[in-house]
């Protein structure tokens, strides 16, 4: 019994720390997010694909398979807008080449609403059914919600941490 309670501590000291980080990165990438201001709606252009190419991109496995493969190739569909040639969308299409070929081959054009950002004289393209507000939104829900339920964990955390040494400290003064 005394084993699970150290596991379960172990493991809660564990959640913590990831709770903390959790914290602080929503936080930090709320503060980096660009206001509506900032960006300059282009309009939506139609997007064709038109090259494939390999990229290397670092292995998430665990384990044995990481320290064997540190790296992995995933194949990248580079569309190109139809009425603006600087305009690229890339797309990983994933680590089966055949599919990224096939996505090539089948020349199916996509909707993507460009973006630019003058200041930094670039651009992002987003869904086309989305609007500026929307994909501004959109970022700082999933930041507040990943920090509320961080901030959760760690508010209950310390509450039953109070609790607990309370009702030791009762039972042995």
């Not at 206001?35 to 997007?47: E, H, L, N, Q, R």
């Not at 054009?109 to 973006?115: N, T």
């Not at 501004?136 to 829900?141: A, P, V």
Request: hydrophobic share 40%.
């Amino acid at each position: 019994m005394s084993r699970i309670k150290s596991i379960r501590y172990i493991l809660s000291i564990l959640l913590l720390f990831v709770a903390a980080v959790s914290v602080y990165f929503s936080l930090y990438t709320l503060s980096t997010i660009r206001p509506v201001s900032d960006y300059k709606d282009m309009g939506v252009y139609t997007f064709i694909p038109n090259e494939v190419y390999p990229k290397q991109v670092r292995n998430t496995a665990t384990g044995r398979a990481r320290r064997m493969h540190p790296t992995k190739t995933v194949y990248v569909v580079c569309y190109q807008a139809t009425g603006s040639p600087e305009y690229k969308y890339r797309y990983e299409a994933g680590s089966i080449e055949s599919a990224a070929q096939r996505l090539l081959v089948d020349g199916k054009p996509i909707r993507r609403r460009v973006l630019t950002i003058p200041q930094k004289d670039t651009y992002i393209t987003i869904d086309a059914a989305e609007t500026i507000e929307s994909y501004s939104t959109k970022q700082k829900t999933t930041c507040f919600i990943v920090a509320g339920a961080a901030s959760s964990y760690l508010l209950v955390w310390i509450l039953a941490s109070i609790v607990i040494h309370r009702k030791k400290t009762r039972t042995t003064g």
